[in-house]
Nanobody, 126 residues
Framework: QVQLVESGGGLVQPGGSLRLSCAASGFTLQNHAIAWFRQAPGKKREGVSC????????YYTDFVKGRFTISRDNAKNSGYLQMNSLTREDTAVYYC???????????????????WGQGTQVTVSS
């Protein structure tokens, strides 16, 4: 059974950090790009970051550049999203997803994803 499971979400104060994990089972993650999306209440799901399957080139949307770092460990069949300098605007449910071997160029549409995790809540509040 193909499955993606996110973990690592929680409540954090503004300026704090969290590290999200995405564990895959039932398939080999190394053949897929890994992407992170998020959805805040009342808003559309938006792409956050992506990492290619092969050369580990990365993509970040403007609002997380310099704060978030995406990575992967193919030996562990997992992906990660390190989030630093969090703000209240980062509050959302975060989802990991897989795509083809490469990340889309210049944008990160949710329609490009094939497998999805169930999401993990990130709340930034004092």
């Amino acid at each position: 059974q193909v499955q993606l499971v996110e973990s690592g979400g929680g409540l954090v104060q503004p300026g704090g950090s969290l590290r999200l994990s995405c564990a895959a089972s039932g398939f080999t993650l190394q053949n897929h790009a890994i992407a992170w999306f998020r959805q805040a209440p009342g808003k559309k799901r938006e792409g956050v970051s992506c990492i290619d399957s092969r050369d580990e080139s990365t993509y970040y949307t403007d609002f997380v550049k310099g704060r978030f770092t995406i990575s992967r460990d193919n030996a562990k069949n997992s992906g990660y999203l390190q989030m630093n300098s969090l703000t209240r605007e980062d509050t959302a449910v975060y989802y990991c997803a897989t795509m083809g071997p490469f990340c889309p160029i210049g944008t990160l549409p949710s329609q490009a994803a094939d497998y999805w995790g169930q999401g993990t809540q990130v709340t930034v509040s004092s």
